[in-house]
């Protein structure tokens, strides 16, 4: 993006306009005269969205350092479920709507091709006067809802870190996902044509209607045809999924499904993402897309890039390191959420197996099961892991008897022989329950909140969902 002025503000209800010429010689120069204050660690940055406007100065060679404040951040750790737009933020805590677009006024200053308008420059100081405001209203409100550490600690100096990650960018080899787009075609040409010769005749595979046809009318493939409201059977996944056993022309059906997602989503989407002038795909990370916190990455997505199926490999080999002498390095924590749960809980029996470095399914296989370590057979092992792991997302014995294969009472009497072995995990799980019912939210490690409007609901099943 093209940069058409700087707009800023360090008082209220007053802002500042500096244009920037074409010329990118001019403006390199006009920048320069900025340098000094956006490159000072003693100067505290405030804006609404900043890394938008970190990277753009960037990719122009300047590094913003030193506090920052982000109005937006700010709001997503204080009402976590409300939107975080800066004319909504505005209308909330100043009482003042924007003129009409100036919450966009960065936006709609990168498609100007002459140096920036009045109304453009008008809007930015706008949009820069109203972000600094904000910061006097959000401040205290951080304070109140004990937002400040996960807010100065951890969500602001990532700001900068998610910044350096999208200008870096991901080296994409991008021949590598044409002839794989090429293979993944002739695969679903030959799927396509062995389900046509198994239905009989030809008919449009995508079509979901003609394919609830074949499969429900023409084949009588049984297993409870579900309608959807428009009176069509019901081919989605989860349908075929149940089906697949009973007839190859779903199983067939599943796999020209997945070459085609493979292909429109990431063979073929992958390589319109990569910048010519980098040669790599530079994705956006977004900090308060989720109200838990997580980040997400769009404009591509890379965050689910598949890994577990060979095809999905092949999508994740096309990845490549930047140049000769640098590696791609994948790490990965050890059972986090077990380390966890055992370290909030404090419970001994998971604490010691973890400290003396012991298989820990093998350990709690032994204890569920009362049977020595040594004589742990695999099954034992995989059912422990089940628990293990389900049991920290507070996973039924319905959920486990169906997981596992087993019936709903041994799944029901694993979970209770896995609370009598680890109280202090059942005792987490209560206080966390009773915690949540008597304050309204429950809260992490550093103290970020998580809100759950709904858990004195006397709706059972509302209730249930928010415990």
């Known amino acids: 993006a093209r940069l058409d002025g700087l707009a800023f503000s360090f008082k209220p209800?007053?802002?500042?306009?500096?244009?920037?010429?074409?010329?990118?010689?001019?403006?390199?120069?006009i920048l320069g005269e900025f340098q000094?204050?956006?490159?000072?660690?003693r100067i505290e940055k405030v804006g609404h969205n900043l890394k938008f406007d970190l990277s753009l100065l960037l990719w122009h060679r300047i590094s913003v350092?030193?506090?920052l404040f982000d109005t937006m951040i700010a709001h997503s750790l204080i009402e976590?479920?409300?939107?975080?737009?800066?004319?909504?933020?505005?209308?909330?805590?100043?009482?003042?709507?924007?003129?009409?677009?100036?919450?966009?006024?960065k936006e709609e200053q990168l498609s100007l091709g002459e140096v920036a308008s009045e109304k453009i420059a008008g809007r930015a100081m706008e949009s820069a006067d109203v972000s600094w405001q904000l910061r006097a209203a959000l401040e205290p409100l951080l304070r109140q809802k004990g937002q400040e550490r996960v807010f100065y600690e951890i969500e602001s100096p990532l700001v900068s870190v998610l910044v350096d990650m999208e200008h870096e960018?991901?080296?994409?080899?991008?021949?590598?996902?044409?002839?794989?787009?090429?293979?993944?075609?002739?695969?679903?040409?030959?799927?396509?044509?062995?389900?046509?010769?198994l239905a009989g005749r030809e008919f449009n595979v995508n079509s979901p209607r003609q394919l609830g046809e074949i499969l429900f009318d023409v084949l009588k493939i049984s297993g409870?045809?579900?309608?959807?409201?428009?009176?069509?059977?019901?081919?989605?996944?989860?349908?075929?999924?149940?089906?697949?056993?009973?007839?190859?022309?779903?199983?067939?059906?599943?796999?020209?499904?997945?070459?085609?997602?493979?292909?429109?989503?990431?063979?073929?989407?992958?390589?319109?993402?990569?910048?010519?002038?980098?040669?790599?795909?530079?994705?956006?990370?977004?900090?308060?897309?989720?109200?838990?916190?997580?980040?997400?990455?769009?404009?591509?997505?890379?965050?689910?890039?598949?890994i577990r199926t060979e095809r999905g490999q092949e999508i994740r080999k096309a990845f490549v390191p930047r140049g000769d002498g640098f590696v791609l390095l994948s790490a990965d924590y050890s059972q986090i959420e077990l380390r966890i749960i055992a370290a909030l809980s404090h419970e001994a029996g998971m604490l010691e197996a973890f400290q003396s470095g012991v298989d820990i399914h093998a350990a709690t296989a032994a204890k569920?099961?009362?049977?020595?370590?040594?004589?742990?057979?695999?099954?034992?092992?995989?059912?422990?892991?089940?628990?293990?792991?389900?049991?920290?997302?507070?996973?039924?014995?319905?959920?486990?008897?169906?997981?596992?294969?087993?019936?709903?009472?041994?799944?029901?009497?694993?979970?209770?022989?896995?609370f009598k072995q680890f109280p202090g995990i059942r005792k987490l799980m209560d206080d966390t329950i009773a915690f949540a019912r008597s304050?309204?939210?429950?809260?992490?490690?550093?103290?970020?909140?998580?809100?759950l409007r709904d858990i004195n609901s006397s709706n059972g099943t509302v209730r249930a969902g928010a415990e």
């Open 36 to 41: 000094p204050v956006f490159e000072s660690e």
């Open 224 to 306: 409870g045809a579900k309608k959807t409201r428009t009176g069509q059977y019901s081919t989605d996944e989860q349908t075929l999924l149940t089906l697949a056993p009973e007839h190859e022309i779903v199983r067939r059906l599943l796999e020209h499904r997945a070459a085609t997602k493979l292909k429109s989503t990431y063979a073929d989407a992958l390589p319109v993402t990569i910048w010519p002038k980098t040669g790599r795909i530079h994705t956006t990370y977004n900090q308060v897309a989720t109200a838990t916190g997580r980040l997400n990455s769009v404009n591509p997505n890379l965050q689910n890039i598949p």
């Open 439 to 451: 304050h309204g939210y429950v809260e992490t490690v550093t103290g970020r909140r998580r809100y």
């Open 368 to 418: 569920v099961c009362g049977v020595s370590p040594a004589d742990v057979t695999p099954e034992m092992r995989r059912k422990a892991k089940m628990v293990n792991f389900g049991i920290a997302y507070g996973i039924s014995a319905f959920g486990l008897a169906q997981r596992l294969g087993i019936p709903r009472k041994e799944g029901g009497q694993i979970i209770e022989q896995y």
């Open 65 to 67: 350092r030193g506090k």
């Open 13 to 29: 209800h007053a802002g500042f306009f500096v244009p920037l010429p074409n010329d990118s010689e001019q403006a390199a120069k």
């Open 169 to 197: 960018g991901m080296r994409v080899d991008s021949t590598a996902l044409a002839e794989f787009a090429t293979q993944l075609s002739k695969e679903m040409g030959e799927a396509e044509k062995s389900i046509h010769q």
């Open 80 to 105: 976590p479920e409300q939107r975080h737009g800066l004319n909504y933020l505005s209308e909330v805590y100043l009482g003042y709507s924007l003129s009409k677009s100036a919450s966009d006024a």
